[in-house]
């Protein structure tokens, strides 16, 4: 077959090109935050890494991504050596920043290698789909927005991500996919999301004999159970034996915060806070009592800020009933038929559950269910419908984390121009499926699509040319709102084609 056009390579170069230019953006307190852990990893002993609090911005990642930070401080001192100073609050010289900046280009060539792992491991037709496919999430809104502008590393920790699903497609790959994927979990534990789907595919078609669910194939499971033991005994070792694992977790885990963040992620909550508020303009017309106290808070994120005015309050419990739940429909169908796509929809689904139903969901998050499903989203025209309303929701409701002047065409252009190009190549991509379409679903997909450029222009010019800085919560609750309904109908459209396909 012709090498496809362009590559990865190709992108990758031209895509980090425009990142460079990106160096003086905006950049949110995460900067700060990751400036701060390279000072603590570097100036202080490891045992005293989880206990800093000098700044506000304490290490609440596990501790592979510690080590992340301590190797990434060995070449920071050399450049600068004044951020790596812990009651260095605040700074933000040009070479703290570029070197910043750079580190996080550098190590998204992991992103790359993954994805071209990808790409090679398809064949055929479902080629070209797959180099797609993977070339949008090289080139994605969500990536740019969150890594380059805003600031974090998750291009990296989506690599290692893509590399684990890549590795599960052939069978003597499954236990590397897992040890990566146990790896990835001491990184970053927001993956803990996606650990239903890799325990269940794991155990169907590493663990147990493909014969028969009832013959156990031990020395497997001696290989995966000894390999994660030792992948976490790494990372949590040291902090074990000094008696820092409850430290650790209080920091990981902290559910004293309030069950909406500060800008509502676009989900189940959302949707629920936002007819809370409703309610409370009717609550005098049609009689509903309203809860004084709550009035000033409905959910804003603040610490332990949860109360509704109207609807009755969600608990940590609720949520993480709902999430449970919803992640172990799909996981019926994995047990049984554990295939390749049916893990990766598995593992979507399980995504879509925790970030329509978890507790403080950060908008960032959509990325743990749009990255994954772009693997899927070329397998027939049913899967693409479910993906294209996700894709803009998901996308559009980004926007709000860059609020300054200068980056809103940076933005509103790119993240615009990506989902014209994308979509469009995509839908000349995607086979015809063997099976019916949804009118209904498709018909909403299209409305929805269509909606979201006049809010993008109500919220982004309008609203402040009309009504300056008063009511500034009201864009972000409408861009709130609008993408819940994409991605809560997405995910109703993309569990139908799960089950059906």
Not at 20 to 25: H, I, Q, R, Y
Not at 279 to 288: D, E, F, N, S, T
Not at 320 to 344: E, G, H, M, S
Not at 410 to 425: E, R, S
């Amino acid at each position: 077959m012709a090498e496809l056009y362009p590559s990865l390579t190709q992108c990758a170069i031209v895509a980090a090109a425009l990142k460079f230019l990106l160096f003086p953006a905006y950049k949110s307190t995460d900067f700060e935050v990751h400036r701060n852990w390279l000072a603590i990893t570097n100036s202080l002993p490891l045992w005293e890494w989880y206990y800093e609090k000098t700044s506000e911005w304490t290490l609440d990642y596990p501790p592979f991504f510690a080590y992340f930070e301590w190797i990434m401080s060995q070449v920071a001192k050399l450049v600068d050596p004044a951020m790596l100073k812990v009651y260095n609050l605040e700074y933000d010289s040009w070479q703290t920043i570029y070197f910043q900046r750079c580190t996080v280009i550098i190590t998204e060539l992991v992103l790359v290698y993954a994805l071209q792992m990808f790409v090679d491991s398809s064949h055929g037709i479902s080629k070209r789909a797959a180099q797609a496919a993977a070339i949008s999430i090289l080139l994605s809104p969500g990536l740019l927005i969150i890594d380059h502008i805003h600031f974090q590393y998750n291009g990296c920790m989506y690599g290692i991500l893509i590399a684990s699903l890549v590795l599960a497609r052939n069978k003597s790959t499954l236990l590397w996919s897992g040890l990566l994927f146990a790896a990835l979990l001491c990184m970053k534990h927001i993956y803990l999301y996606l650990a239903p789907a890799y325990f269940v595919f794991l155990l169907r078609a590493y663990c147990l004999s493909p014969k028969s669910i009832f013959r156990i194939q031990f020395l497997n499971c001696l290989k995966l159970g000894t390999g994660i033991a030792a992948i976490f005994s790494t990372a949590f070792g040291p902090f074990a034996l000094k008696g820092q694992i409850p430290q650790i977790f209080s920091r990981l885990f902290p559910f004293s915060r309030g069950l909406c963040h500060a800008y509502w992620a676009p989900n189940v909550w959302a949707m629920y806070s936002f007819m809370d508020r409703v309610l409370i303009i009717l609550a005098p017309r049609i009689g509903l009592s309203v809860r004084e106290g709550a009035l000033q808070s409905v959910t804003r994120g603040l610490v332990g800020d949860t109360s509704f005015a109207i609807l009755p309050d969600v608990t940590p419990r609720v949520c993480f009933a709902l999430t449970l739940l919803f992640q172990a429909i799909p996981l019926v169908k994995l047990f049984f038929q554990p295939t390749w796509d049916n893990f990766i929809g598995a593992v979507t689904l399980c995504g879509y559950a925790s970030f329509l139903f978890g507790w403080h969901v950060h908008e960032k998050a959509v990325l743990l269910v749009i990255i994954p499903f772009s693997l899927i989203a070329l397998k027939d025209r049913r899967y693409l419908g479910a993906f294209r309303p996700l894709a803009v929701a998901g996308h559009v409701s980004l926007f709000p984390l860059l609020f300054t002047l200068a980056e809103f065409p940076i933005k509103t252009v790119y993240t615009v121009f990506w989902l014209i190009l994308f979509l469009l190549a995509f839908d000349r991509l995607a086979p015809a499926s063997n099976r019916p379409r949804f009118f209904l679903f498709d018909r909403f997909s299209t409305l929805y699509i269509t909606v979201s450029i006049p809010l993008i222009v109500y919220c982004s010019l309008v609203h402040g040319i009309v009504f300056g800085k008063s009511y500034e919560f009201l864009p972000l609750m409408f861009t709130s709102s609008y993408s819940a309904i994409g991605v809560v109908g997405s995910w109703v459209g993309f569990m139908v084609v799960y089950f059906t396909s």
